[in-house]
Each structure stands twice: as C-alpha cells, then as structure tokens.
C-alpha cells in the first residue's frame, strides 16, 4: 500500500497541477480578435458608464479578469492590494504599458514607455524641474498667464464655456513655462495639432485615412517636427548664453555628464515634451472646470471657499502676486480639489504589462498581457471612503490619513505623476483669481459627463459671468 501512494500520488499531483496552470488564466472572455471589448469599453466612456461597465465586470467575475483592449490581451485587477501591486511591482516583473495607439502617437523615448535605467533617468530630469522648490519660482510667471487669460476671454464678456477655455489656459501655462514657445503663429499650430493627438491616444490602432488613430499618428509627426526645431534653437541659445528662458527643455538639455555630453536624447526631450503637454493640459483643464461647476452647484462649499480666498486677498497689497506662502493658506480649497479628483478623476485607470509569467490571487496572468487598473473602484469604495457618493472635502481634514492605494488620483509609486505639485500650484492661482474677481451661474442644468477620455461636462460647461 505505502509502494502504492509514493508511486502514484506524486503523478496525480503533477497531473492536477498541470492541469490547474493551464486553467488558472483569469475568469472572462478575450471576445473578438483585435477588438474584444475594447469598443464597448470605449462605448461606455464616452456615455460616462465606464465605472458601472467596470463594477458589473468586478461583480460577476470577482477580483481579477481577463478581457482584451486596445488589441491586445489584459487582466482588470482592483482594490487596494491591486493597486499596491500594479504601482509598487518592480521593472522586471510588469513594466509600466501604454496601448499601442499611445505608444505609436507619442514615441518610444516617452517616460511611460521607458522603464529601468533609462526611466529613473530621464524622470529624475524632469522631476529636477517639477519639483517645488523650482516651481516656487514661477508662480508669478503662471499668476501672469492667468491674469492675461482672464483679461482676453472672460472680462467683458457675459456668457462663456469653461471647459474649451481651461483647456486654453492650461495649454499656455505649459507652452509658457514649461516649454518657452512664445505666442503667435508656432502656437496656435501646436494647440491644434495637440488636440488630433488628445483624440488618437484612446483609439483603436486601426491606421486608415480619417481613423482618429490616423489623425493623431499625423499631429504627432507635425508636432515633432516643430519640437525638434525648438529644441535646437533652445540649444544654440544655450551654447551662446542667450537663453532668456531657463523652462524644461532647456533643464533638460543643460544635464550633462562627466565628459560635458547631453544625457537626455533629442528624441527623449521632443516625445517627454508630448508626454508633458498630453498628460498635463487636459488633466488640470478638467479639473479647475469640475471645480467651477460645483462651486456654482454647492453655495456652502462656494462660501467657505471664497472666505478663504478672500482672506488672502485682503491681507496682500493690491495687484501683488501670490506667494509661496499664500498658495500654503488655500488649505480649504485644495481639499475641495482633492476631493473633485476623488469623485471624478480626470484619468480613468491605465496600463501595465507583464514581463514573465506572474501569478496574483491564485491566477496566472500570461507574460506579455497588460494590467488595467482603474481609480474609481477603490475612490468609491463604502469600506475606504464613507458615503462614497457624498462630495465632503472635509473627509480630508483631520482625519486618520487615507490608507495607502486608496487615493490614487495622480497614480502611486516609482511613476505616480510628476506634474503633481505643477497642478496644485495651476489650480490654486486659477481658483482664486476666479472667485475673488467674478461671480458665475450655469447656463446648462444637465450635469451629466462624457468621458473622451477625461471626463467632459455637459456642453462644455457654459455659464454666465459677472465681474465682482
Ligand atoms: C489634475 C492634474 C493631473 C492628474 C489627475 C494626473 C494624473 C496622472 C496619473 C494618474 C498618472 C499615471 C501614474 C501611474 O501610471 O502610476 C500620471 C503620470 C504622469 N503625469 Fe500627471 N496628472 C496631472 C497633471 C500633470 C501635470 C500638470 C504634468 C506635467 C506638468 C503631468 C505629468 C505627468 C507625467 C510626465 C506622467 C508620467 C510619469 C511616469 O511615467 O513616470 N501630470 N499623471
């Protein structure tokens, strides 16, 4: 009998286990070649059902599934320990992954799609600039950028749509600071082609003339071409100590290494300019309008705001700009942010993928597949935040700190957003400027979103305006 078991059991167990690897793929279906859901995906953003099409999915396949996107193979993992394993997980096990349509758009020197040497590297160099001991030097440059925005497209004007100006101001807020592109005719080129670009990212990669994946693939070779040439003209500036403008590209091209060579490629500075541009114009744009929107929504969270901004208006002489110090004041404000970014993040979730075989939950996700991770799952988790549904900025004051992956509208990790404090500091100076300056009320009750990716409010947001 004893001869019998140790013969035969061994061979059951390698027999049971062969048979569970093979069957330990995630629960769900691939659906279609090239397409799997990536159109009912895409279908439901942009009717802004994405968070229910992704709560059915977690209720009838549980924590982890597969499904296709974007053309290729992924698993939709969430909840705090799969957001802790997606941003915490080294580079050799699951790199940071874009779908194919972003990859194409954007370039391959691009920070999301290095990894390793090459990502710490060239994020340490942009990061150098965004940090905030270097930002605090341009809060008057951005404050002018407002001031100059406000003047142009709200002042003596009684009915305007907030989101399509946001956008406007964000974009000259990073062409001005980031990029030193002065305005005229090589700017209004830029923001065109930016929004071809905007739309091609989340399509299907289906290059036929007038796709928007086409579209964009043709903004970006045009938007490189005009980048490149600005980069060199940043470069003779430098090399000739004419550079009047000391922004990002010209940090990026000034590290240099031991033997005085440029250690950020041209190829690098031109797709991380893109990167920068495309993952920070929209993002902010998006969320100073749902700002606006709830402050004409919500008279409470409208006044305590105001006082606030108020307060630090009345304590500085007129027409001085913010300081460093008064950006630290707006407490109150940033917490109606934090929460606008909790409710309705402008970025949806994203992409990783595996470098080998990598077992989770007890399933096996194939090397070469992707791992979509979404905010909304945990932001809107009854366990993590009460009455999720309830917008209450005061659930961050004073209260025990958010536990870890659960708050993660900027991401998390090596690669959480490097424009974090780039953001902040845009969104406070716009924020006050508009609410000590005009009062506002929506011309358009329905608030419903799309998303495009980032979530649109209805119209575009339109309002009426009064200067105070
Ligand atoms: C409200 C505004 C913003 C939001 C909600 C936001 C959100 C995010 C998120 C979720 C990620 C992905 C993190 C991950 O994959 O783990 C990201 C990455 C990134 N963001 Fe932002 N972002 C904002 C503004 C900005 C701004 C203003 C800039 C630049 C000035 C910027 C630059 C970047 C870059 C370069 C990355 C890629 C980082 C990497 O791969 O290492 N973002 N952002």
Known sequence: MNIFLCILLPVFFLLVRRKRSSDRVPPGSLGLPVIGQSLSFLWAMRANTADRWIAERAK????????????????????????????????SIMNNHQTESIKMILGDRCLSELSGEDHKRVRSALASFLKPECLKLYIGEMEEEVRRHLEMHWNGKQNITVLPLMKTLTFNIICTLLFGVERGARRDKLVQYFQEILEGLWSIPINFPLTRFNRGLKASAKVQNILKDLVREKRVELESAASSHQGLITSLLNIRGEDNRELVSEDEIVHNIMLVMVAGHDTSAVLISFIVRLLANDPAIYAAVLKEQEEIKKSKPSGEFLTWQDLAK???????????????????????????????????????????????????????????????????????????????????????????????????????????????????????????????????????????
């Open 60 to 91: 009838r396949y549980g924590p982890i599934s597969k499904l296709s996107l974007f053309g290729k193979p992924a698993v939709f993992i969430h909840g705090q320990a799969a957001n802790k394993f997606v941003f915490t997980s080294d580079d």
């Open 330 to 468: 707006m407490k109150h404000t940033w917490r109606v942010a934090m929460e606008t970014l909790r409710t309705i993040p402008p970025v949806f979730g994203g992409f990783r993928k595996t470098l080998k075989d990598i077992e989770y939950e007890g399933y096996l996700i194939p090397k070469g597949w992707q791992v979509f991770w979404v905010t909304s799952m945990t932001h809107m988790d009854n366990n993590i935040f009460q009455e999720p549904s309830k917008f209450d900025p005061y659930r961050f004051e004073n209260q025990a700190p958010i536990p870890p992956y659960c708050y993660i509208p900027f991401g998390g990790g090596p690669r959480m957003c490097p424009g974090y404090e780039f953001a902040r500091i845009e969104t406070l100076v716009t924020v006050h400027y508009l609410v000590t300056q005009f009062n506002w009320k929506l011309c358009c009750n329905d608030n419903s979103i799309r998303r495009d990716p980032v979530p649109v409010p209805a119209q575009g947001l339109p309002i009426q305006i009064r200067p105070k």
